[in-house]
């Protein structure tokens, strides 16, 4: 029985190829978000939203942020699309000189940053944090230099993962993530009562060894070796890709480093309540845009180098498609379920019914730029695809232009909640720029439906939210108190809003409902006959 027989009208097969490598990455990405949302359930046990974890999450954005900038944007902007390149079968042995000498460079300059805030932790701690309480100041400190050592790791895990997605290698790197989360999962329960706060510095770094060799089996194939052939073509390439990105992601993480700064400012727990909001966040950013973003990538890479540009507007038309089905009804229903979420995941031991309230709060207000977020992280990999670093960086500059007018207008009524209000204007600043100058350069998107394919997601989306606020506040007074309560709330008003959801798209034939529920549709046909 065909697909098409099956689902009753056709079930859109060029989709499939991009939703299976995205269900590969988003899979590796369920495991790693769960492991992540288990990592703060555990965090807000032992520490509910304390100053000392306030200061440690200020420590744990450096390593974070030096990747971004020396790896992180090279990555999807400058590894992929050149190791790409030279991943077709006739040039695999260059592949390996080419990734020799990048992953060699890659560890010289980390090596070094890991030197640097060692040597300069105190001073940095200064510019990081604005802590009235010289404490929580000395705990940022140490906690920066017991972190910093993963920057080293974290750089080479990023040069592995740029190779093995070049090579289409989903699965390696799809459990990488989940295994870093466990260090923390790990370290807390063991060492938490012994050394306290820095169990969670231990743990990242111990988290960021795991994520690099568990990716190792991926590179069974390549003779890989230590090299400093910088001038080799394929490395000046990636470095001249990079520039563009580096100048433009230092302004970014300048605004990082004043949003954490102006944060810690008006109180010792905004810090932590962002945190909290900002990883329920990442849950569907990972699982969906970044997952549909980096499979996408190299093909559309491929295309660009071939001049498909036809190809290359159907491959981001379905893309952006799947982008749209899956993010926004999950924003409206993390919108409807931000309190029981919440109180499910992290109201217990250290963490009170008041961190819930205002975690819910941050979370709203970051909600509206998780949509523009997710569409944005597709609209810069169309143009790294074609090797244009120049043009998201300056948008990115741009950008951060937003956030500082945004953020010195509302943090003084606002408080935290300004500021988080400032991140999401500008996630919709770039975004918007980003999409007019896409359509500019490739043309328009007459054929790909997205405005149909939109207007059908909101229109579910909204229906599916209003069932799912009616259905828990009729859930919350009859359940029993306690976790079981909670997880009934969580689970029966999710699963009825998806399956609701789901079911209105599939009634309006949506293609992509049809290519992410067809493998289910092949088993019930299997078993009808």
Same mark, same amino acid.
């Given at each position: #029985?065909?697909?098409?027989?099956?689902?009753?009208?056709?079930?859109?097969?060029?989709?499939?190829?991009?939703?299976?490598?995205?269900?590969?990455?988003?899979?590796?990405?369920?495991?790693?978000?769960?492991?992540?949302?288990?990592?703060?359930?555990?965090?807000?046990?032992?520490?509910?939203?304390?100053?000392?974890?306030?200061?440690?999450?200020?420590?744990?954005?450096?390593?974070?942020?030096?990747?971004?900038?020396?790896?992180?944007? #090279?990555?999807?902007?400058?590894?992929?699309?050149?190791?790409?390149?030279?991943?077709?079968?006739?040039?695999?042995?260059?592949?390996?000189?080419?990734?020799?000498?990048?992953?060699?460079?890659?560890?010289? /300059?980390?090596?070094?940053?890991?030197?640097?805030?060692?040597?300069?932790?105190?001073?940095?701690?200064?510019?990081?944090?604005?802590?009235?309480?010289?404490?929580?100041?000395?705990?940022?400190?140490?906690?920066?230099?017991?972190?910093?050592?993963?920057?080293?790791?974290?750089?080479?895990?990023?040069?592995?993962?740029?190779?093995?997605?070049?090579?289409?290698?989903?699965?390696?790197?799809?459990?990488?993530?989940?295994?870093?989360?466990?260090?923390?999962?790990?370290?807390?329960?063991?060492? /938490?009562?012994?050394?306290?706060?820095?169990?969670?510095?231990?743990?990242?770094?111990?988290?960021?060894?795991?994520?690099?060799?568990?990716?190792?089996?991926?590179?069974?194939?390549?003779?890989?070796?230590?090299?400093? /052939?910088?001038?080799?073509?394929?490395?000046?390439?990636?470095?001249?890709?990079?520039?563009?990105?580096?100048?433009?992601?230092?302004?970014?993480?300048?605004?990082?480093?004043?949003?954490?700064?102006?944060?810690?400012?008006?109180?010792?727990?905004?810090?932590?309540?962002?945190?909290?909001?900002?990883?329920?966040?990442?849950?569907?950013?990972?699982?969906?845009?970044?997952?549909?973003?980096?499979?996408?990538?190299?093909?559309?890479?491929?295309?660009?180098?071939?001049?498909?540009?036809?190809?290359?507007?159907?491959?981001?038309?379905?893309?952006?498609?799947?982008?749209?089905?899956?993010?926004?009804?999950?924003?409206?229903?993390?919108?409807?379920?931000?309190?029981?979420?919440?109180?499910?995941?992290?109201?217990?031991?250290?963490?009170?019914?008041?961190?819930?309230?205002?975690? /819910?709060?941050?979370?709203?207000?970051?909600?509206?730029?998780?949509?523009?977020?997710?569409?944005?992280?597709?609209?810069?990999?169309?143009?790294?695809?074609?090797?244009?670093?120049?043009?998201?960086?300056?948008?990115?500059?741009?950008?951060?232009?937003?956030?500082?007018?945004?953020?010195?207008?509302?943090?003084?009524?606002?408080?935290?909640?300004?500021?988080?209000?400032?991140?999401?204007?500008?996630?919709?600043?770039?975004?918007?720029?980003?999409?007019?100058?896409?359509?500019?350069?490739?043309?328009?998107?007459?054929?790909?439906?997205?405005?149909?394919?939109?207007?059908?997601?909101?229109?579910?989306?909204?229906?599916?939210?209003?069932?799912?606020?009616?259905?828990?506040?009729?859930?919350?007074?009859?359940?029993?108190?306690?976790?079981?309560?909670?997880?009934?709330?969580?689970?029966?008003?999710?699963?009825?809003?998806?399956?609701?959801?789901?079911?209105?798209?599939?009634?309006?034939?949506?293609?992509?409902?049809?290519?992410?529920?067809?493998?289910?549709?092949?088993?019930?046909?299997?078993?009808?006959?």
């Amino acid at each position: #029985m065909s697909a098409e027989s099956e689902a009753g009208w056709p079930a859109a097969a060029p989709e499939r190829g991009l939703v299976r490598s995205a269900g590969i990455l988003g899979l590796g990405n369920i495991a790693s978000r769960v492991i992540g949302l288990v990592r703060e359930a555990v965090i807000s046990g032992y520490f509910g939203s304390s100053g000392q974890l306030s200061a440690f999450n200020l420590a744990a954005r450096v390593p974070t942020m030096v990747y971004d900038l020396l790896v992180g944007g #090279m990555l999807s902007a400058a590894l992929v699309p050149v190791f790409s390149d030279y991943a077709r079968p006739d040039r695999r042995d260059e592949l390996a000189r080419v990734a020799s000498t990048v992953l060699s460079l890659i560890a010289l /300059a980390m090596g070094a940053v890991v030197l640097v805030l060692e040597i300069f932790a105190a001073p940095l701690a200064g510019v990081l944090g604005d802590f009235a309480d010289p404490a929580l100041q000395d705990v940022l400190t140490r906690s920066l230099r017991v972190i910093s050592p993963s920057v080293l790791l974290f750089g080479l895990s990023g040069g592995v993962t740029g190779l093995l997605y070049a090579l289409k290698r989903f699965n390696f790197t799809a459990v990488s993530g989940a295994m870093f989360n466990l260090g923390i999962v790990l370290a807390a329960p063991l060492l /938490a009562r012994h050394i306290g706060i820095y169990a969670l510095p231990l743990g990242v770094a111990a988290g960021s060894l795991m994520q690099l060799v568990v990716m190792f089996p991926g590179l069974r194939d390549l003779r890989l070796r230590f090299s400093l /052939a910088w001038r080799h073509p394929a490395v000046r390439r990636i470095l001249r890709l990079y520039v563009p990105i580096a100048l433009g992601l230092i302004v970014t993480q300048a605004q990082i480093i004043m949003d954490g700064r102006w944060a810690s400012a008006t109180g010792e727990q905004s810090v932590s309540w962002m945190r909290y909001a900002t990883t329920l966040i990442q849950l569907p950013l990972g699982l969906v845009p970044v997952a549909v973003s980096l499979a996408a990538l190299p093909s559309l890479s491929q295309r660009a180098a071939d001049r498909d540009w036809e190809g290359f507007r159907s491959i981001f038309g379905r893309g952006l498609r799947l982008v749209l089905v899956l993010l926004i009804p999950a924003a409206v229903a993390l919108w409807a379920l931000a309190e029981p979420v919440i109180r499910l995941l992290f109201e217990h031991g250290s963490f009170q019914p008041l961190d819930t309230v205002m975690t /819910a709060r941050a979370l709203r207000f970051y909600l509206p730029g998780l949509l523009f977020a997710g569409v944005d992280f597709l609209l810069n990999y169309t143009f790294y695809a074609r090797q244009n670093t120049r043009t998201p960086a300056i948008v990115g500059v741009i950008a951060v232009g937003f956030y500082f007018i945004a953020a010195l207008s509302l943090k003084g009524p606002l408080g935290f909640l300004g500021l988080v209000l400032a991140d999401s204007v500008k996630q919709a600043g770039h975004a918007v720029i980003m999409t007019a100058l896409l359509l500019r350069s490739v043309g328009r998107l007459h054929r790909e439906r997205i405005l149909s394919t939109l207007s059908s997601a909101v229109g579910a989306s909204l229906l599916m939210g209003g069932l799912v606020w009616l259905l828990t506040r009729w859930l919350e007074p009859r359940m029993p108190a306690g976790i079981v309560g909670e997880v009934i709330v969580v689970a029966l008003a999710g699963a009825a809003g998806g399956a609701f959801y789901l079911g209105i798209l599939w009634l309006l034939r949506v293609p992509e409902v049809a290519a992410l529920l067809s493998p289910l549709a092949r088993l019930i046909g299997r078993a009808r006959r």
